[in-house]
């Protein structure tokens, strides 16, 4: 799992470094690694690291001088290699930056696309033969030291990609709107499965790389329910609308009598909000975070999830103390934050009793493109009974939503949605 | 009757077309730069020819147009009126439709538009500041913040740098692209004129829908045409550098479907303004075009951007299946002051899109878009229902060749603007560059979503404008430096 980010100026006197930061910053929820490549007309130039150390010292990237550049953001779990490669020949520059799963390699399609070019096509037309031919659920970008950039949604779409516009003078993509309106941009569109939109400094076009067979387009589940920002829009939807109206679901299959509704933040408070207002309860603040905000589901090493845990979640007594709580969060993975959270409810605070609510599905299989999904081995939901799950957690019950009623919540929306993860089949059919 | 048209672009052949139909069949002459093809066939199915020489010379037009001896001349493009064209026609009794050169300096000087405004206090004015010194002009705009660049005189559409200057954690990026882009502007653009003192202008950015309210006059009258909307940005979705417009779209009537009728009225009420006080200052008299290029804006409502002596391109290419009034009649009127009785009929039930097909390069590398030679299938093109008119190709030895700016623009009505855009768009494959140079257009201009946007943006500002008024802050804006006290900047 990923996020890509790429600034065009329409201008050279335009240094697009400044706008990488931010654009990186601003994906900071979807990877905590980055890597960045600038092009100056001439020759291209790349930087990269943890998003951490970017942030202390931005100098380094400040250095970088490009009028067109385009960037990621890649979690621990995932690695650079296979995602990213550059390639050179005669003068000639090009890198490509893959967020998801190709069938084949990043590398032999930057070889394949240099020998095209080396022929004479355009450079739109060895993209478009190269890529027709390229399986597998990702969205790309490619920079080349002509300053000409390619950016392209594969056909299942599992992953959405915007462009924005910053008046006269620059083309932004972003994997989600979110980068788009930190930049001070506008967002235009959202890029289609199976469309790329090609910019350069004097000609941007769109276009569609041709499919064999029919293939099925849906965007992942988890990017609504957890991975995008709330202020972001994914192919036209809020995300922030659908968090809400899953949590109002919530409220209406919830059995159980509460006090108070508490949210584990961040992504599940528009949940929380949701829940609480279809049962009339009180949704309380019931959590203070300590130091940086991380991402704890997608943290490779499980200290390290739960040193995340333990720092973003230190309950505020007077919420808990005494009271029935219904706790909200996105989504159940391992169970490790809540289990935690629980133990401390309990034992310090006297919470006298804990319902655990869930915003999407049980969780039954990985997945098989690469989104941050872990193996099914450790997915709490894949492994133990309902029954055994409560005692786990330690809980007093736990309400999952089920996969109709994610659907029913999606249905006036318009978007085709992959929920393979929760019905152990992947929906993205045809392609993969 | 003979009329001549000065000009060459794709303005002067939408102009001559439709004068070409006029129940007076005028023959029609064309004194052009080049050979335009569009304007050649237009004038030699009427009788007339198409000649060139020195649109800029005044001496030369006038010989060209000695030769004819016309009942009219209509002067299309404006540096021909800056020049001095009309005023050297109008001085031998010809009746000349185009504005004089100091009428003109309305649009060639945006400073000197500006000053008018402010003077007579006349509404969607915006606050500005201008430099007749270059290193004032630098130190200025490193610290301006919210602002556009523009160069004092009008340079074809070019040199305006609008930057949305919001961000602080952006803010010393832009701050130095503004001052790498004066120096730039100043050497490049503004060092070729002479004819000006005023280097540069800085106005305060404002955000909203642009329209263009193109008016006919005789200098008694003001005839207002249906607004128009033009579409600025190279490529689709919005995105790219400024042209001079790749396309536009016009109905239904006379008002788009995101400005509404008190809007259209507080617009031709500002032209009005403009032209009166106008004819004041110069002490001559306006016939021709005053086009207002406008801005519904958060901060004022109706807001004036620029002002043209003459008809926009391609905005007027819109009008060639939806005026439904013989234009020769009218401008023949215009020149001769006798506009007042004159009703224009515009075709209700039709909106018209117009889109330009461009070579690659336009509109910032034009020298590598020039030269390449043009194919139109003009058959299949009106099979479709739609017209041709050639703007930046010319005839050399029987071939077409780009002149670097927009190639041609396809216009096409209908009654619904989705379907017309649809039907445009077709058409585009019809205009081919034969050595296999990249052209393009916007797919986008007159579809139902980006008209959609177009409203969904309208109904902000005018939430915002309308606000605004309602505390008194259309003619007031009050600034607050704590610990220094309030500023009140009075725009009444």
């Known amino acids: 799992m990923g996020g890509l980010v790429g600034v065009v100026a329409f201008d050279e006197l335009w240094s697009v470094s400044k706008f990488m930061y931010y654009g990186l910053l601003a994906s900071h929820n979807r990877g905590d690694n980055y890597i960045v490549v600038l092009s100056n007309g001439r020759d291209l130039k790349s930087v990269g690291g943890d998003i951490t150390h970017l942030l202390l010292n931005k100098d380094s990237l400040d250095q970088l001088e490009g009028y067109v550049g385009i960037g990621g953001v890649y979690s621990q779990v995932d690695r650079l290699d296979g995602k990213y490669t550059h390639l050179s020949d005669n003068g000639y520059e090009l890198s490509l930056l893959v967020d998801g799963y190709v069938d084949g390699s990043v590398l032999d399609i930057g070889r394949r696309l240099l020998k095209l070019v080396n022929l004479g096509y355009k450079l739109v037309e060895a993209f478009v033969e190269v890529i027709k031919g390229v399986r597998g659920v990702y969205s790309l970008l490619l920079i080349n030291n002509k300053s000409e950039v390619i950016a392209y949604r594969s056909v299942p779409g599992l992953t959405p990609l915007h462009l924005g516009g910053y008046g006269f003078d620059l083309a932004l993509i972003a994997t989600e709107s979110v980068p788009i309106n930190i930049l001070g941009g506008e967002l235009r569109s959202a890029v289609k499965p199976g469309e790329y939109v090609y910019i350069s400094p004097d000609l941007v076009t769109v276009g569609e790389v041709p499919t064999d067979g029919v293939v099925n387009h849906a965007i992942c589940a988890f990017e609504y329910i957890y991975m995008a920002r709330h202020d972001s829009v994914l192919d036209g939807i809020d995300v922030y609308s659908i968090r809400k109206s899953l949590g109002e679901e919530l409220g209406r299959r919830f059995k159980y009598d509460v006090d108070v509704v508490v949210g584990v933040p961040e992504t599940a408070i528009p949940y929380a909000l949701g829940f609480a207002k279809v049962l009339g309860k009180d949704l309380e603040y019931g959590f203070i975070s300590t130091g940086v905000k991380v991402r704890t589901a997608i943290k490779g090493d499980p200290l390290e999830r739960l040193i995340g845990i333990q720092l973003k979640l230190n309950p505020v007594r007077y919420v808990f103390s005494g009271r029935r709580v219904a706790i909200v969060d996105d989504s159940l993975v ?88 929760f019905l152990g089949g992947c929906l993205v059919r045809g392609w993969s | 009757m003979k009329v001549v048209v000065v000009g060459d672009g794709g303005r002067e052949n939408a102009i001559a077309l439709m004068l070409s139909r006029s129940s007076l069949e005028p023959k029609i002459y064309v004194i052009s730069s080049h050979v335009n093809p569009g304007l050649k066939k237009v004038a030699e199915r009427s009788g007339g020819k198409l000649v060139t020489c020195d649109i800029l010379n005044r001496k030369e ?12 001349v209509v002067i299309g493009p404006e540096e021909p009126q800056f020049h001095g064209v009309s005023d050297e026609l109008r001085g031998c009794g010809y009746a000349v439709f185009g504005a004089s050169s100091k009428l003109a300096e309305i649009e060639k000087s945006k400073v000197f538009m500006r000053e008018l405004m402010w003077r007579y206090r006349i509404p969607g004015r915006l606050a500005y500041k201008a430099f007749t010194d270059v290193s004032q002009a630098i130190e200025y705009v490193s610290n301006a913040g919210d602002v556009v660049i523009k160069p004092a005189r009008q340079a074809g559409g070019k040199g305006v740098k609008v930057i949305a200057d919001l961000q602080a954690y952006l803010s010393d990026v832009k701050s130095r692209v503004r001052v790498d882009y004066t120096r730039k502007l100043i050497s490049d653009v503004m060092s070729h004129y002479v004819d000006i003192d005023y280097k540069l202008l800085i106005e305060e950015r404002v955000e909203g829908v642009e329209y263009t309210l193109m008016c006919i006059t005789d200098g008694y009258t003001l005839l207002p045409l249906p607004l128009v909307q033009d579409h600025p940005h190279a490529f689709d979705n919005d995105l790219g550098p400024e042209t001079g417009g790749m396309g536009s779209i016009q109905g239904p009537g006379h008002l788009l479907p995101f400005i509404n009728e008190g809007e259209f009225r507080e617009s031709v009420d500002i032209v009005e303004r403009v032209l009166k006080v106008l004819q004041e200052v110069v002490r001559e008299r306006y016939v021709g075009v005053l086009s207002g290029q406008m801005m519904l804006t958060s901060l004022l409502g109706p807001t004036v951007i620029e002002f043209y002596s003459r008809f926009g391109d391609p905005e007027v290419s819109n009008y060639i299946y939806t005026l439904d009034t013989d234009l020769l009649e009218v401008i023949d009127r215009a020149a001769s002051g006798r506009l007042a009785s004159v009703k224009l009929r515009v075709r209700e039930d039709l909106v018209s899109v117009v889109k330009a097909v461009c070579p690659r390069g336009y509109p910032n590398n034009r020298k590598a878009a020039k030269g390449h030679p043009v194919v139109v299938d003009e058959k299949s093109i009106r099979d479709y229902g739609c017209e041709v008119l050639y703007a930046g190709v010319e005839l050399i030895n029987g071939s077409m060749y780009t002149t670097g700016s927009r190639i041609v623009e396809l216009v096409c009505a209908g009654e619904d603007f989705d379907e017309v855009s649809r039907r445009v768009n077709k058409c585009v494959e019809f205009v081919k560059c034969v050595d296999g140079w990249d052209t393009f257009y916007r797919r986008d201009i007159g579809t139902k979503d980006l008209i959609m946007r177009r409203v969904m943006t309208a109904d902000i500002v005018r939430n915002a404008y309308t606000y605004r008024r309602s505390k008194g802050l259309s003619t007031v804006k009050v600034d607050w430096i704590p610990g220094k006290g309030v500023i009140t900047y009075d725009y009444s």
């Open chain 1, 334 to 421: 391992r169970g490790l934050t809540v289990k935690s959270v629980i133990q401390i409810l309990r034992n310090k605070l006297g919470v006298k009793e804990v319902h655990v609510v869930i915003g999407s599905p049980k969780l039954i299989t990985n997945c098989p493109y690469g989104k941050e999904i872990p193996p099914k081995d450790e997915l709490l939901t894949a492994n133990l009974s309902d029954e055994l799950a409560v005692k786990y957690v330690e809980a007093d019950s736990i309400t999952w939503l089920s996969v109709d009623e994610v659907s029913k919540v999606f249905s006036s929306s318009g978007v085709n949605l992959c929920t393979g993860c």
């Open chain 2, 61 to 72: 037009v006038r010989v060209r147009v000695d030769e004819v001896s016309p009942d009219v």
